[in-house]
């Protein structure tokens, strides 16, 4: 399985345990701690980066679903009586998910130099040893 494909696989399930955590009742809503909004820019962000992992060449169609997907998911939780909608969540996640992508682009932009950087930090590793 090569690198693009896995960045879709994961993509699209962090796509559904998101849309899951945020329609779901508030007492079946996975939580990992306290700080939410750690929570919630660490899942838009991690979407975002393995969403433009996954379509290097269709970046702005990948933040316009990452974007999309932050304010209809926040705006679907009026629909729920036990959930509530506040911008400062949406800001979250769309901070969240525009870091991601643009993270997305540097490492697929500069993935040879990357890769020949680690080649080195590794190879100087091996010298110490």
């Not at 750690?38 to 290097?56: H, K």
Request: net charge positive.
């Amino acid at each position: 399985m090569t690198l693009k494909r896995a960045a879709g696989l994961l993509a699209w399930i962090l796509f559904a345990v998101i849309a899951y955590s945020t329609m779901s009742p508030l007492d079946l809503r996975p939580r990992i701690g306290h700080l939410v909004h750690l929570e919630r820019f660490g899942a838009f962000g991690l979407m975002g980066l393995l969403f433009a992992l996954a379509y290097p060449k269709r970046l702005g169609r990948v933040l316009l679903l990452v974007l999309a997907t932050a304010i209809g998911f926040e705006l679907l939780q009026m629909i729920s009586a036990d959930r509530h909608a506040r911008v400062t969540d949406v800001a979250v996640k769309l901070f969240g998910g525009a870091c991601g992508v643009f993270s997305g682009w540097i490492i697929a932009r500069y993935r040879a130099k990357l890769l020949a950087l680690l080649g080195r930090v590794n190879q100087n590793e091996k010298l110490r040893s």
